[in-house]
């Protein structure tokens, strides 16, 4: 519009006389040469011109800079000019110094926006870079505007292209700033959205309805998507936070061995809050690197600014197998990689990539030890509750049900006192050696009764070692303090009466889904007095 062209126009040296015929606004014209006529002080002394023109050509003869091909050269546009422009009034820079060192300066900063000269005129004024390269101005050319009254004004000695360029260069500048501040407003909200549905819509506290992907995986990107959303979720890790009994040992087992961390490089894989990685770097470690793919390692860089360990703990937001290390190898790996039944989420495998691509030779993988173990229990209202109840729904027969029901494992805690035989062992993992095609496993298993009972399932648990200076271990069986991982609970097709002295021998064999390598199937044989009982059971 003609006011935009007239503020656009206010600073040109190249104004001589505009004509509006009719107008009647002859005297906001006036306006127009103020800034080409107002003293300006110099940019490196006290001195202070009659106009900017003869400022900048001081500038040019005394101080051999030229500052208007100097912006041209460099490229700087309208917002860096006045932060530069401003920054040379406030720090008093030296000529050389902005030609040396132009890119080394802090000028950018936007407090350089303020201007420290009230009403500063070069601030105002129109440099040549402005014009967007058009070419030189013929002071011969003369150029008829159409205002948006339909009137025709002559502007002499500006071309039209340079005028159009401007406006249309303010314009764009204006909207773009302003879709870009949109855009992140937008992107915020989303993020904000998408936290709310995960909390509001979500009931994530038990782990064994995730699913999670690695390079052996052939779970598409949507389950992947969902378990990491999943674990973005707060309540999941003050879940595991809370349990004492993973927290607080992998905690006293940091601590006690202060000396074996002091001044050593700490991989965390898997680090969610980042609790290990702290741990980690309370005890000495110079360097901790936690790697997270769920957005709550965003949490936990708050967390860890919050506790001041910035310098020490660096946290990455990918996959294991994706991400680049700022190191090439470290000396110690950390992780809380257990699932349900030990290997459930296949977490292990990510503990492989890193140990056989970061340990350094003489490294330490913690914990280092795992074991799984089977006790047979009698738990007949557990039983009835999931499988007799679909023999009478409301006067219905639904046993078609009673099968679905029992390929589903329970995760659950089981009483001490409902477990009736001795333990089996049928898997131990040496975590700085083991493969990970060894996490599929075949065992064959005793147990010993011992007491007169019905045993209605086999129950499934680990128990985890950490072997250093002083050596720390937990169990997550029914006889010790129960844990965010609960025990697994394989029912029976059928109860089954023994006596004590009893032996219920039989071969379990555990192996990942072929679609979804983040679930365990296993398959359980039992030779009872009452016949063999076999069922395929799913954990997912």
């Not at 039209?160 to 501040?181: I, K, P, Q």
């Not at 209605?456 to 271990?473: E, K, P, Q, R, W």
Request: aromatic share 8%; net charge negative; hydrophobic share 35%.
């Amino acid at each position: 519009c003609c006011l935009e062209l007239r503020e656009r126009m206010a600073g040109s040296d190249c104004y001589h006389e505009v004509d509006v015929a009719g107008s009647g606004e002859s005297d906001e014209w006036e306006d127009w040469s103020e800034v080409s006529s107002t003293p300006c002080r110099d940019l490196f002394s006290d001195q202070t011109f009659d106009c900017v023109e003869n400022m900048l050509k001081n500038c040019k003869e005394v101080h051999s800079l030229d500052f208007d091909q100097f912006l041209s050269t460099h490229r700087v546009d309208f917002y860096s000019r006045i932060k530069l422009i401003n920054y040379i009034r406030s720090e008093h820079p030296r000529p050389a110094d902005i030609v040396d060192r132009f890119h080394m300066l802090a000028w950018k900063d936007d407090k350089y926006l303020k201007p420290v000269l009230p009403d500063d005129p070069l601030l105002q004024w129109d440099f040549e870079g402005d014009d967007d390269d058009d070419g030189d101005v013929d002071d011969n050319d003369e150029l008829d505007v159409m205002t948006t009254t339909g009137e025709t004004v002559e502007v002499c000695g500006i071309d039209s292209t340079v005028l159009a360029a401007r406006l249309r260069d303010s314009e764009a500048r204006a909207v773009a700033a302003e879709e870009n501040l949109s855009q992140t407003l937008s992107d915020l909200q989303q993020m904000r959205s998408v936290m709310r549905s995960v909390v509001e819509d979500s009931s994530h506290s038990d782990r064994h309805q995730l699913r999670h992907t690695t390079d052996s995986c052939s779970s598409d990107d949507s389950e992947e998507d969902e378990y990491f959303a999943s674990y973005s979720h707060f309540g999941i890790h003050k879940e595991m936070l809370q349990d004492t009994v993973r927290t607080g040992t992998y905690r006293e087992f940091i601590l006690q061995n202060k000396p074996m961390f002091t001044g050593k490089v700490v991989l965390d894989v898997g680090c969610g809050t980042g609790i290990l990685s702290m741990i980690a770097a309370q005890s000495g470690a110079k360097l901790v690197i936690g790697v997270d793919k769920s957005s709550i390692i965003h949490q936990a860089m708050d967390i860890v600014m919050d506790n001041g360990l910035q310098d020490i703990v660096t946290l990455i937001r990918g996959r294991i197998e994706d991400v680049k290390l700022p190191v090439d190898k470290v000396d110690i790996i950390i992780s809380e990689w257990m699932g349900y039944f030990l290997l459930f989420e296949s977490m292990l495998d990510s503990v492989i990539f890193a140990r056989d691509k970061w340990l350094c030779h003489n490294g330490s993988v913690y914990p280092d030890g795992c074991s799984i173990s089977l006790v047979a229990v009698s738990d007949q209202k557990q039983w009835d509750s999931n499988i007799s109840f679909w023999d009478d729904v409301y006067g219905f027969k639904m046993s078609c049900m009673k099968e679905l029901t029992l390929a589903e494992p329970l995760v659950t805690i089981v009483g001490h006192d409902s477990v009736v035989s001795t333990a089996s062992v049928v898997k131990m993992i040496d975590v700085k050696s083991v493969l990970a095609i060894d996490l599929d496993f075949t065992a064959d298993f005793a147990l010993t009764m011992t007491r007169d009972s019905v045993c209605t399932a086999i129950v499934g648990y680990f128990d985890v070692s950490f072997n250093g200076d002083v050596a720390l271990s937990f169990s997550t069986g029914p006889n010790g303090t129960p844990t965010h991982w609960k025990q697994t609970v394989f029912l029976l097709k059928q109860p089954v009466c023994i006596k004590k002295g009893d032996i219920l021998s039989g071969t379990i064999c555990c192996r990942k889904d072929e679609k979804d390598c983040r679930s365990l199937k296993v398959f359980l044989s039992v030779n009872t007095p009452a016949g063999q009982q076999s069922k395929a059971y799913c954990l997912n």
